[in-house]
């Protein structure tokens, strides 16, 4: 089958799939930390908005970074990850799930064409070829032009994949025992030496430099995706996410680790004001915010000190 007809068909069983469920149901507030709050997975900020996902289908939304406004949607599992790209927000996580929104608060619910669960996502490409990718459980890695026909590309590997990036037009993919993808495309993917053969976890980029983290206090660099090379973290906590901005790495993780760089080489450890694990972090409008476990949520102008 040619890729344009399989990608007819995903259309049409998404199509079948699709079930409106609009983002105002069970609505709640919360901000810095509700121990009886769902665990927050990732964060990611575009649009003028801030988004969380989590456990138990948990969407929220953010204006200013520290109260965001939940909404708890009826399917399905956990929502591990998220992206913005061409006026869309994607989110997607256990059991092939995804939802998608225009606006950050109303949220479409659709089936992927896989019961793999999905731990990263990015939106990027060439100029009028740009797509959302998915990667997730297996080696699994979907695209898409519309986020919502989803056709399978070849990853080459079996492995887990946690966390994806767009950025100086390539795509770099991170998972299980070291494992490091990259494509230019989204559709061709290339597997590289990482050096390591610990869980990679997460994925960023700023200031011309990928930065991958992983289990046991490990972060990886590279200016290309290519060529990475192991920099000392001063802890052996695992570790979640990374982002850039203000002129600063910022790199998460267990037990409230957080980890501040000015060049992604050298790392000083921070106080998070919490000791519950953090698992997401983004960058937008001058201000860091951290997600996590208990619906943790901290805040940083500059990424060394939060509240």
């Known amino acids: 089958m040619s ?8 259309a049409a069983i998404s199509l079948l ?20 709050d769902p665990d927050l997975l990732a964060v ?12 138990d289908y948990t969407i929220a939304n953010s204006a200013d970074g520290e109260e965001f406004l939940r909404q708890e949607l009826d399917c399905c599992g956990s929502l591990r990850s998220l992206t ?5 927000w994607v989110a997607a996580g256990d059991q092939g799930v995804v939802y998608t929104s225009s606006d950050s608060a109303n949220w479409f619910f659709q089936f992927l064409p896989t019961a793999r669960s999905i731990g990263g996502a990015a939106y990027g490409g060439v100029a009028l070829d740009e797509r959302f990718v998915l990667v997730g459980e297996d080696g699994r890695i979907l695209s898409s032009t ?3 026909a989803w056709g399978f590309e070849t990853s080459g590997t079996s492995l887990d994949l ?25 559709e061709v993917w290339t597997v590289r030496t990482s050096g390591v ?13 990928f930065v991958a983290v992983g289990v046991g206090g490990t972060i990886l660099t590279s200016p290309d995706g290519i060529t990475w090379t192991a920099r000392v973290s001063g802890v052996s906590d695992s570790l979640a996410d990374v982002a850039h901005g203000a002129d600063v790495f910022v790199v998460v993780g267990e037990d409230g680790t957080l980890l501040s760089s000015p060049d992604g080489t050298t790392y000083t450890l921070r106080d998070a004001e919490t000791g519950r694990d953090l698992e997401g972090i983004a960058f937008g409008d001058d201000l860091f915010v951290a997600v ?6 901290r805040n940083s102008d500059d990424g060394l000190d939060w509240f």
């Open 3 to 10: 890729r344009n007809a399989r990608l007819s068909l995903v």
């Open 17 to 36: 799939a699709l079930a409106l469920v609009a983002g105002d149901c069970d609505n709640a507030t919360f901000s810095n930390g509700f121990a009886s």
């Open 44 to 55: 990611v900020f575009a649009d003028d908005a801030y988004v969380a996902v989590g456990q």
């Open 84 to 88: 913005f790209g061409a006026g869309t």
């Open 146 to 148: 519309n986020a919502g």
């Open 162 to 186: 946690g966390d994806v990036v767009f950025a100086d037009d390539t795509f770099v993919a991170v998972g299980d025992l070291g494992l490091i993808l990259t494509s230019p495309d989204g």
């Open 197 to 209: 053969t610990v869980d990679l976890r997460g994925v960023g980029h700023g200031d011309d430099l």
């Open 292 to 297: 996590g476990r208990g619906a943790v949520i």
